[in-house]
């Protein structure tokens, strides 16, 4: 495999994608480059879906090595430890918007490693690890309806900033993560100095730009790396089992999930279920559980949205902009230094508060 590259010139530095020189095995790898931060990302899938299983087993990972920065992990005996904060953080921020665009019905064991081999102490991996993952599945045969692009965006002195420094960050009131496809946004997660919504707005647009510059990019990738994508089977509910269910459930399933209190609904919902099986079962007595719950969580699944989009009402009965029932206590327990009970309907929170003195405070080595 030869080693081909694309640049796209957002932010302070170009970010660049490369692939054919690392993990040549993989069924998709690249490595992102911007200043001299560089991620590897990986991508595999199995060709084959283990037996029994019910859900889509797709894995992303995230390391930070000290190498990565030319120190060593801190410690007695100077080894990896488990996952930072940060680490984990940058998983979920990859598996969300990549998760959505697999095949729906897709089960086979899927896994996006990233890697950290390059930190200049000025440019953040993060971003570098969500474009890679994006560009290692475009280039892969994996199913995947991508590609995507994210960017961090940043406001300074009132201007806009693309993947802003580490530095540049201090000055910013406005710390944006943004990711979308070529023309419509797909997720956002950031805070904000109490910035005016008008900017706020203005900031995706700004970051929807450069997104489509990432898309390009690696839409040129596919172009001069990319493998033709791979068959494989997806699980589906069947027509036939989803016409039993509807003549069982389809007039009643409104009325099991817009009971009020969530443990009347659950036993409405889990008796109109057992119908359903019972249904199908007297006519195909062979159909597995995973089947019967694909065919009631599609029924239940569409009630709920057409519940939501064409009547504006929820699960419990409420209107889209009604809030449950909330409720605040402070000195819940007598001796510990803090403690409170919040309540938004039948869901609660006990938060406890202990501080510690100053000399048992936690060093990282980070």
């Known amino acids: 495999m030869s080693i081909q590259n694309v640049t796209a010139n957002v932010g302070p530095s170009p970010l660049v994608i490369e692939t054919g020189k690392l993990a040549k095995l993989a069924d998709g790898a690249v490595t992102v480059q911007m200043g001299e931060t560089i991620v590897m990302v990986s991508a595999v899938s199995q060709t084959k879906i283990r037996e029994g299983q019910t859900w889509f087993p797709l894995s992303v990972e995230y390391k930070e090595r000290a190498s990565a920065a030319g120190t060593f992990p801190g410690g007695y005996f100077k080894r990896e430890g488990r996952p930072t904060e940060k680490e984990i953080l940058t998983c979920r921020m990859t598996d969300r918007p990549l998760r959505p665009l697999f095949p729906k019905g897709y089960l086979y064991d899927t896994q996006i490693i990233a890697l950290l081999l390059s930190a200049d102490q000025e440019n953040d991996a993060d971003v570098l690890a969500m474009n890679g993952a994006s560009a290692a599945l475009a280039i ?39 990711v979308g496809n070529k023309t419509d946004v797909i997720m956002i997660e950031g805070a904000a100095d109490e910035i005016p919504d008008a900017e706020f707005k203005k900031s995706l647009h700004f970051a929807q730009a450069a997104v489509a510059q990432i898309v390009e990019a690696q839409e040129e990738l596919m172009k001069l790396a990319g493998k033709e994508k791979r068959d494989y089977k997806v699980t589906v509910a069947k027509e ?33 279920r057992d119908e359903v099986e019972t249904a199908i079962k007297e006519k195909f007595p062979e159909t597995t559980e995973f089947e019967i719950e694909q065919v009631f969580e599609y029924i239940q699944k569409k009630a709920f949205r057409v519940s939501i989009m064409e009547k504006g009402v929820r699960a419990d009965g409420r209107k889209l902009r009604d809030l449950r029932t909330l409720y605040g206590e402070i000195g819940t327990l007598p001796r510990v230094h803090g403690s409170a009970i919040f309540s938004r309907g039948e869901t609660q929170a006990l938060g406890i508060c202990t501080l510690a003195p100053a000399d048992e405070k936690l060093y990282v080595d980070n």
Request: aromatic content about 8%; overall charge negative; hydrophobic content about 40%.
């Open 140 to 178: 892969s045969d994996i199913p995947f309806a991508g590609p995507i692009g994210a960017v961090r965006v940043g406001r300074i002195d009132g201007e806009f900033v693309i993947n802003p420094t580490f530095e540049q960050r201090e000055d910013s009131d406005l710390d944006l993560i943004y």
């Open 240 to 272: 036939d089992l989803l016409e039993i269910g509807y003549a069982v459930a389809g007039d009643r399933i409104e009325d099991a999930i817009y009971a009020a209190s969530k443990v009347e609904r659950g036993k409405k919902v889990g008796a109109l």
